[in-house]
């Protein structure tokens, strides 16, 4: 099997890095060689952080060059719009339908985009979600990666026994069980 390109792009504090070990436990699983790696490490709050996920039979390096992501998947509208150029031609594109206004913005040197979802859907194949929505009506707000992995898994792969076992494995003891839910949430929309 060719290599298989993840991408996820997020804001410091979005749980990007731990959606990133849930796919490398998944790969793993799955038996793949997988390589991670974080690029942009700006982990603190509203730093744009960026990661790679390569799996397949033989995987050299985990960068990702752009044009060649399988599966690009933001938690926030700005960061699918800065980084949909690593998609594939026929890759899809998970959206976190939300807004997170980066410094330039808040401090009024630049303007947020409007209608991001619109530009992109000229060029890639778009599959919005308010995460952020959904999970406030699970009871807890941070567990919206989940929901925006459950509607990823449909590009991937992997059953979900297999998800399920991996959540378990990496997510805290105490929040299994809600993030199972967000992400059965995702994976039936």
């Known amino acids: 099997m060719a290599a298989k390109n993840i991408m996820i792009v997020g804001v410091g504090g979005q749980g990007t890095l731990l959606t990133s070990r849930i796919l490398g ?22 730093g744009s952080v960026v990661t790679f996920v390569r799996y ?13 992501a399988d599966v690009v998947i933001a938690f926030e509208r700005l960061e699918a719009l800065r ?4 998609l594939k031609k026929d890759g899809a594109l ?6 997170i206004d980066p410094m330039p ?27 952020t929505e959904e999970s406030k009506k699970l009871g807890n707000p941070r567990v ?4 925006v992995l459950g509607v990823a898994a449909q590009h991937m792969d992997f059953t979900k026994e297999q998800w399920y076992e991996v959540i378990e494995k990496t997510v805290p003891p105490k929040t299994v069980e809600i993030n199972k839910k967000a992400f059965d949430v995702g994976y039936h929309l």
Do not use: C
Not at 56 to 68: D, T
């Open 105 to 131: 913005v808040v401090i009024g040197a630049a303007e947020y985009p409007e209608g991001i979802l619109k530009t992109l859907e000229k060029e890639h194949k778009v599959y919005a979600v308010n995460a």
């Open 144 to 147: 919206f990666n989940l929901i």
């Open 25 to 46: 436990g998944l790969a793993t699983l799955g038996g793949y060689d997988v390589k991670l790696s974080e690029v942009h490490g700006m982990a603190q709050r509203g």
């Open 56 to 68: 397949g039979a033989k995987v050299a390096e985990p960068i990702v060059e752009e044009g060649q």
């Open 94 to 99: 998970i959206v976190n339908d939300w807004r």
């Open 83 to 86: 980084y949909a150029h690593f």
